[in-house]
């Protein structure tokens, strides 16, 4: 008896090494099993976290297109963010020293320098945004890298405007929290 025991153990592990090898993927989600409170993948948290891949809102591309913007290529990744051209838009997170030209996961907004300027792009509360609009001092604004309930309207708010960005993350993902001190008069 023994001795079946014994070859039951080789052959489980020779067909494992075997699928190893080989690399087909006999993975088994292990912690779903054994788990009393399975939830389904692509809850509707999950779901919030990761909009349809890596698809571009239509609001976005709206921007984009309004400006006449190209994406950042890959070669000028790593080139400080001054010494790139104007009608650009790339990827980065508070810091914005340089751009990546893919977003590459869901923590980073996306700046677009045009006429000069660089843009914070992203989602905000509708009140939030209003006062942006109305030029109130000290306060700040919650952004998102994608639209979610409670912040589904697009900000873009030149960099300069922003006296302090602090990346948080929340049970949604992650946010930007922008302060605002002063909005500079514009003289027409």
């Not at 922003?162 to 003289?187: A, Q």
């Amino acid at each position: 008896m023994k001795r079946w025991a014994l070859y039951l153990i080789v052959v489980f592990l020779g067909l494992g090494g075997l699928a190893y090898l080989v690399g087909l993927n006999f993975s088994l989600p292990f912690s779903d099993v054994w788990s009393r409170n399975h939830q389904e993948n692509n809850s509707p948290r999950d779901v919030r976290k990761i909009p349809d891949g890596n698809a571009v809102p239509q609001e976005v591309l709206r921007l984009r297109q309004k400006h006449l913007l190209r994406p950042l290529t890959e070669r000028e990744e790593g080139t400080r963010i001054q010494d790139l051209p104007n009608g650009i838009y790339g990827f980065s997170r508070c810091g914005v020293v340089e751009l990546r030209a893919t977003r590459g996961n869901i923590y980073s907004l996306e700046i677009q320098k045009h006429d000069g300027i660089l843009f914070y792009v992203g989602y905000a509360s509708d009140q939030e945004i209003e006062h942006y609009l109305t030029r109130h001092k000290n306060f700040h604004i919650l952004t998102f890298p994608h639209p979610r309930e409670g912040a589904s309207s697009l900000l873009d708010i030149p960099v300069e405007f922003v006296s302090k960005c602090e990346e948080r993350s929340d049970e949604d993902g992650f946010l930007f929290d922008l302060f605002v001190k002063v909005i500079p008069e514009l003289h027409i």
